[in-house]
T-cell receptor, first 113, second 112 residues
Framework: EPEVTQTPSHQVTQMGQEVILRCVPI?????FYWYRQILGQKVEFLVS????????KSEIFDDQFSVERPDGSNFTLKIRSTKLEDSAMYFC???????????FGQGTRLTVV | DQQVKQNSPSLSVQEGRISILNCDYT??????FLWYKKYPAEGPTFLIS?????DKNEDGRFTVFLNKSAKHLSLHIVPSQPGDSAVYFC???????????FGAGTTVTVRA
């Protein structure tokens, strides 16, 4: 069964450093997402990506964040100048179309120290 | 973003009984609704969905009911099994809305 793959599973970084979280969405999917879940809190939408551009982003997704789909298969989330409050599980998801379910990866646990 | 609300943070049910999880939404443009299950340190896993043209969708032990006039949906799990112990998220989207909006989740504990 096709699945969304995320690497790394766990990333520890120093405050102020840049991190890149990587995702390989399901190949025939057209919509791509990043969500995050701070420990004990709800799953929060960060950004959606369609047709090689950001289609929607939340208030959380400020200039510190960027996404890219560099080679038609990988989908990355870059976080510049990380802060302690960026520590969370980051989930990548992909979706075939509008009335279909989104498939989530296993997540990357980002710990900023 | 409080467009999807799950007002019960937790639910405890005995094995073999029915689990009923509730979800309310405020955005009348939502027309596709989903339930996800999540174990700790894993990504959400899709369970079942329903579009706004239906009021019920069933898949094995899982049934989702949609009441559009009340902007309310529920997930019934029957019979509940120990492996159902997890966090359940309700999510919704609109046709022209690229994202899924999630509720805060309900933690279900199935007691043996």
């Amino acid at each position: 069964e096709p699945e969304v793959t995320q690497t790394p599973s766990h990333q520890v970084t120093q405050m102020g450093q840049e991190v890149i979280l990587r995702c390989v969405p399901i190949s025939n999917h057209l919509y791509f997402y990043w969500y995050r879940q701070i420990l004990g809190q709800k799953v929060e939408f960060l950004v959606s990506f369609y047709n090689n551009e950001i289609s929607e982003k939340s208030e959380i997704f400020d200039d510190q964040f960027s996404v890219e789909r560099p080679d038609g298969s990988n989908f990355t989330l870059k976080i510049r100048s990380t802060k302690l409050e960026d520590s969370a599980m980051y989930f990548c998801a992909s979706r075939e179309g509008g009335y279909t379910e989104a498939f989530f990866g296993q997540g990357t646990r980002l710990t900023v120290v | 973003d409080q467009q999807v609300k799950q007002n019960s943070p937790s639910l405890s049910v005995q094995e073999g009984r029915i689990s009923i999880l509730n979800c309310d939404y405020t955005n009348s443009m939502f027309d596709y609704f989903l339930w996800y299950k999540k174990y700790p340190a894993e990504g959400p896993t899709f369970l079942i969905s329903i579009s706004s043209i239906k009021d019920k969708n069933e898949d094995g032990r899982f049934t989702v009911f949609l009441n559009k006039s009340a902007k309310h949906l529920s997930l019934h799990i029957v019979p509940s099994q120990p492996g159902d112990s997890a966090v359940y998220f309700c999510a919704a989207s609109a046709l022209n809305d690229y994202k899924l909006s999630f509720g805060a989740g309900t933690t279900v504990t199935v007691r043996a």
